[in-house]
């Protein structure tokens, strides 16, 4: 809804008549007073005096203006009552009711028409909403968030009666928990009340201008006189008053067009970004300057590209892995605000509060269930595993007894390709690499291990391994695969990893360094930083199994007296080494079910795990470390010291824990209410065929296996991996991952997939496959090496993904020829 | 507002007129029916039907019931505007208007006699708040605003009126903004416009029960009739609907003290605090309950004071150092809700949003000013020190060219009592002590100098340094102590601190161990976390420009060809070490100015600085780390792997700009409206006699030298540091530290503060010397060691620390007997 030359204002009110009609005819008589080409829209009118009709009002007082209002109904009453009423009656329903998405669509068609149409002229287009902001629209949705993908600047209009002071503050504080900018407030005179007084200092503090005028005439029985008061009065409110609010709202709209086009310069100019080569990012046309987003979406604004300056980009990356339920999700902007507005933040250490004792105790009733006793909270993943490494060490220190200068050499046990953060603490647990090099505190402590990958190639999955990247196994479906419990009976292959790593463990060992382990770190199923590279399942469990039970690479020297249960609740302290589960990003859903850790068994849980990123919905950092009984009976003491000292001043702040919850509320509620049965039910016909015969007889009384399904359809998935431009591909709940043929190898550093995300960010819409996908939007996508990765939301709409889904196979089929 | 037998609840409604009163009168003949003692409250009648009046109304169709109304006035408009007229036409002002806090304590104070009246009787108290939730009140501050230092659970009064649900969603909003309970929600059925309907479908799917009751009937001309059809109308909806209503708030009243009380055994069963040894917090009762916060007090819930269960308790370290104006300050709530309801978060490497770039762009104009050209983001100030400890080292090392190994083993110089964070990499930048110890991998990378410290000991600004504490110098001021310009030329003692820093550093490298300094690393003025220590500031600028200037200790090898100015804006690079200033605690405006680098000298720069609590209002976790243009240039290149490659998924989180851009903008207002003057005309006469002929002749044009000065009172600082129970104080800005006379030796394992925190977090009330402060609150503060230190916000009010500093006195009198 921005136009270089158009300028879009939506005029909203707290309630119905305080005056957004009559304003909304000032309005358009001062902007074409002052030369702009005007147009104005009611979406939505009911009851005779509006709609149709307030078009006609509109032009007779404020002639030359381009009126249109897209749906009517006659009876006066809120727009979901009139379409329901209407309908009942056989009423004047001559269209079907349209769909929120038809009706931003709609009117964002309109606007663009009509920008088309004003094309170099300067000009403005008022939006008169119905109701207040929150009166609910068509089907039943409120304005604000019926408008909400078009985020159209706002005009509010004020009540002037008693009582309007509250319910026009309490419209504003509506209007910017959705992300509205409010740029003027408008309001009649009204001596007793003198409501205008209050507005005007109460809106100025706040750097909105308000603007005063007086009470239209009585209407008096004689309509030609009643016009030509009307007209005089419109002659009157449109000339200096509405006409100084206007130039007002240009002075706002060239500020904000003029903020938004310089942007890149300045951001070129001051920003230093995360991961990113700035001597290889220099043009501004490689600055994305996101004016607000929207579920999926991004609002990009672009001056290079035709108009509109908006464009929708669906966010492939999900943000970095964050988001859940979509951009700027309501439920979870109020569970913000309610926590702010209670807490703030405070304090943590020995107190405690509801927000964050709720969290603690969802988390050990869902992901923590059965091994897990205490949470402890941090600002992020990276500062999570620091402390679940702190946690774990200190632990296996304390079993071993060892002295300082011996646990600074203890090492992790892990696995090649993986990643726990940018501290230096996280990042010394994992192997060094070619950026790590470059980090002069690094220091890799630990050792390794290559585990076989996973992918569907041809439609078949496929696990690879070894040096030579070999064929280990194939399987016929990815439940088939995931069903460990049942590959741990009946799978060959089991038997092989746990010689293979015991055979490379003994081996490290006699090299003689004294190397020493105080845990093993995983992420489970899939390593998303290392290249969403696809583990073998059963390797994981095999080796948490091998770790946990192999007394000779892993004596458990229990400490004098050390009981082997929790003197608390009875549960099994850890054997061998404390085992660290990574789900900051696999956890939580991310992979179609609420922990990661189910995947590699039904009985195989961790020591310690660490989540974040979805834990907070998606808005702000937030992590959580769950550990054993055990573990934290380690730092358990009448000392101190013998406390586990780390800590973050915003400590399970209350705004984290707030939206978190809400945030693990909202997927409880989809889950029971069987949001993600389609896509579920997509994927069993692809598993119904668990074809176990090739491993041997199924078992006595097999295990009941879980489905492993994903967001992205199967078809899409089986033809993508049969594409000539691809070697494999995986998909697991809402992650994509497609690994390219590449001439240059893979590995962080390639850039095979370059071409096909220019082609997706930038590619023009007049290539056939994605017009004919429907999708109106480009994609913003972030690569690994080869591996081009989409991530979808656990509430992306199926139409959306299936119109990526064609931009990717478009893109695809353009690399391969 | 909350107490065991008591149930409070405060009525309230989009706006005037939607029926209150009726409800208020309903519900209370409701509660009678179900045998509880009912109170109503009208704290605010306007207009000759309301006040007074209603509650002549109520007795009469609800008897039995207490009821009260504190202030009346006969206007039937909002109440700010009542007072104005009533005080300009000589009308019924008997009392002076109250200002809020006196409101809020006429409505405690009446709820509270209500309690003890009732005490041991199942009890409930209506108050109904005048006008809509935001219409002002008395003083013009919104009713939601006004009753928020109380926050009692609320009912909703809906509107049945056409535009009644957009008025009645955006009053639930602001409730939800302010941190309001929302219980219940009343409303009228009316068949016309159904929003009851519409109400019980939307609320209910957020948990909140919908109370539906006809219409009042309408008025006739006997006042007989009316009053019994009224009758007839309250016995019918007091029946069953309402009683139903009443019962489901009986049950929210059960459970909201039960999850309270239940709180602290669960929290001990549940939760793994930072930095608390649980072995020796295992009482509920040493489990702070918090129910909420509001400006700088929680509100704590106990079940073992007497009643009220809520105590306001003063937040004395400002939860660890993150407040700053006030919690749940509504101006950051609606800041973080119009970012999240704006973008969530969304992707930031190669990307750009208006939140993030304009705090950048603040940063660089404010604390960056002259030195900094780039901003890097990250989550806290432990991860912004990595990021800056990374800049530094990956600079220094490119400038000298060394190998990954050399790399390895560069090391910081900095003080001992330093603390920057417990992440591994910012341990390692600090020396080890009895805690580090216990972490498997910390390892101290550097050399620790010990810098003379500064105290006020009998009124007098003593430094002492050396290995036996001894005293160094003596000044008569705060202001003259940091008139660092003017020590430089004319103090003896900059050449004596620069002698000793070369003979220790020379001595340190002597050793033959190859240490090799990569970055100096300093927090200015105080090193917080070590012990609220304040360094002499001369002995830190002197530390500074010896690193830059020693061309024998730190040889500026520069790079072959690297140009000794910046190729981008001519600054000069850096010299000898790449200098980090941590002004994650001190800085912006935590000492009284924007940033503490100015105490160290009018010239004294960082290249890189580190900035975090306060930048976030005290709501979330974020971060940042500024540069200089020199380090920035270091990693500049055409190769990804030359670039910074540290990141965090929620990087620049729209929400933490959001919140970070208005804390910035509400400071500014604050200076520029002279909003600290009181505190600094307090500490000018300290500043008068700046005595400085026993250091030498004044400068012939003496430097221009800014005010030292602090929120705590100069006299108040005076007085603490000649009590006998005190070694010495110090107060700067918000700080005030208190070194207590320790039998046990001073450290951070001192126990010597227990006595006193123990005294104003639980003290009597009736001891004499507190009683006569006018406090009404206790104080939690966190120990340090053998320092007890209090934190203000940069709003607090006089009155409040006035009152802390009462306590404080009284308690040391305590201890000292």
């Known amino acids: 809804m921005l136009s270089r030359h158009l300028r879009t204002h939506l005029v909203l009110a707290p309630s119905t008549s305080v005056g957004k009609s009559i304003f909304s005819t000032g309005l358009v008589r001062a902007s074409l007073a002052l030369g702009e080409k005007v147009g104005y829209l009611k979406p939505v009118g009911t009851g005779s005096g509006d709609g149709d009709d307030s078009c006609a009002h509109l032009q007779r007082f404020a002639p030359g203006a381009r009126t249109a209002c897209l749906f009517h109904f006659d009876e006066p009453v809120s727009p979901h009552l009139a379409v329901e009423r209407a309908a009942r009656g056989g009423g004047p329903v001559t269209m079907s009711v349209p ?108 750097g909105i201008r308000v603007g005063v005028v007086d009470h239209p005439p009585q209407q008096v029985p004689s309509a030609e006189e009643d016009a030509a008061n009307l007209e005089a009065y419109y002659a009157q409110i449109a000339d200096t008053p509405l006409q100084r609010v206007v130039q007002r709202l240009q002075q706002i709209h060239i500020d904000r067009m003029s903020n938004l086009a310089t942007a890149p310069r300045r951001t070129l100019d001051s920003v230093w970004w995360p991961f990113v080569q700035h001597g290889l990012v220099k043009n501004e046309s490689d600055v994305m300057v996101i004016d607000s987003a929207h579920g999926d979406h991004f609002s990009v604004f672009s001056t290079s590209s035709p108009p509109p300056l908006l464009s929708p980009i669906f966010d492939g990356s999900a943000s970095w892995w964050t988001q859940c339920l979509g951009h700027a999700n309501p439920e979870l902007t109020l569970a913000a605000a309610h926590a702010a507005g209670r807490f703030g933040h405070v304090m943590f250490p020995t107190a405690t509060n509801l927000p964050a004792l709720t969290l603690v105790e969802k988390l050990l009733a869902s992901v923590g269930q059965g091994w897990a006793s205490r949470v402890f909270y941090s600002d992020d993943g990276s500062t999570g595993m620091e402390v679940a490494l702190k946690m774990a060490l200190r632990a296996f220190a304390d079993r071993e007894q060892l002295l300082p200068a011996e646990g600074r050499k203890l090492a992790v046990l892990g696995l090649k390709g993986s990643y726990h953060g940018d501290t230096i603490g996280a990042m010394d647990a994992c192997e060094g690499g070619v950026y790590s090099e470059r980090v002069e505190w690094y220091e890799g402590r630990g050792h390794w291990l290559a585990a076989p990958e996973v992918r569907i190639e041809q439609g078949e999955v496929v696990v690879r391994g070894g040096a030579d990247g070999g064929e280990v196994a194939r399987y016929q479906s990815l439940t088939q695969l995931y069903d460990v419990d049942g590959r741990v009976q009946h799978d060959p292959l ?158 399970a702040h209350a705004v984290g824990c707030g939206i978190a919850n809400k945030t693990l509320d909202i997927l409880t509620r989809m889950d029971r209410r069987g949001e993600w049965n389609d896509a579920k039910f997509d994927w069993i016909q692809h598993a119904s065929n668990p074809g176990r015969q090739s491993l041997g007889p199924p078992p006595a009384s097999p295990s009941p296996t879980e489905l492993a399904w994903s967001f992205w359809s199967a078809d899409f998935v089986r033809d993508v991996s049969a594409h000539p431009a691809v070697e494999g591909v995986m998909a697991l709940g809402c992650v994509l991952a497609i690994h390219l043929r590449a001439a240059d190898g893979s590995g962080y550093q390639s850039t095979a997939s370059e071409a096909i995300l220019r082609q997706l960010r930038f590619g023009t819409p007049h290539d056939d496959a994605i017009a004919s996908s429907g999708a109106s939007f480009q994609i913003h996508a972030r690569p690994l090496g080869n591996v081009v990765y989409f991530m979808s939301s656990l509430n992306s709409k199926p139409a959306t993904l299936r119109a990526v889904e064609a931009s990717i196979k478009a893109a695809l089929d353009v690399k391969a020829q």
């Open 494 to 651: 089991a038997q092989t990893y746990r010689e293979q790593i015991e055979r490379e463990l003994e081996a490290r060992i006699a090299k003689g360094d004294g190397i020493r382990f105080g845990a093993l770190v995983l992420e489970p199923v899939v390593m998303g930083a290392g290249g969403m590279i696809f583990v073998d399942p059963l390797y994981q469990h095999v080796l948490v199994d091998l770790v946990r039970s192999n007394r000779t690479l892993f004596p458990a020297t229990s400490r004098a007296g050390a009981p082997s249960t929790s003197p608390i609740d009875s549960t099994p302290v850890w054997q061998g080494l404390p085992v660290i589960f990574d789900e900051v990003f696999v956890g939580l859903h991310r992979l179609g079910r609420v922990t990661a850790s189910t995947f590699l068994g039904s009985t195989t849980r961790p020591d310690i795990a660490c989540y974040a990123k979805i834990l907070t919905g998606g808005l702000v950092p937030m992590a959580v470390t769950l550990a054993s009984d055990a573990i934290f009976q380690a730092f358990w003491g009448d000392k101190k010291v013998d406390a586990l000292l780390h800590g973050h001043s915003y400590t």
């Open 99 to 206: 769909t929120d998405d038809e009706f931003a669509s709609a009117v964002g068609r309109h606007a663009r028409d009509f920008a088309l149409e004003t094309a170099g002229q300067r000009s403005s287009l008022y939006i008169e909403s119905a109701g207040g902001v929150h009166s609910p629209t068509l089907s039943g949705t409120s304005q604000l968030d019926a408008f909400r993908p078009l985020l159209p600047p706002t005009i509010l209009v004020a009540s002037a009666e008693l009582g309007g002071i509250s319910t026009t503050i309490s419209a504003y504080e509506s209007l910017l928990l959705r992300g509205y900018d409010v740029d003027a407030v408008l309001v009649f005179r009204e001596a007793y009340y003198a409501n205008h007084e209050y507005f005007e200092r109460w809106f100025n503090e706040r």
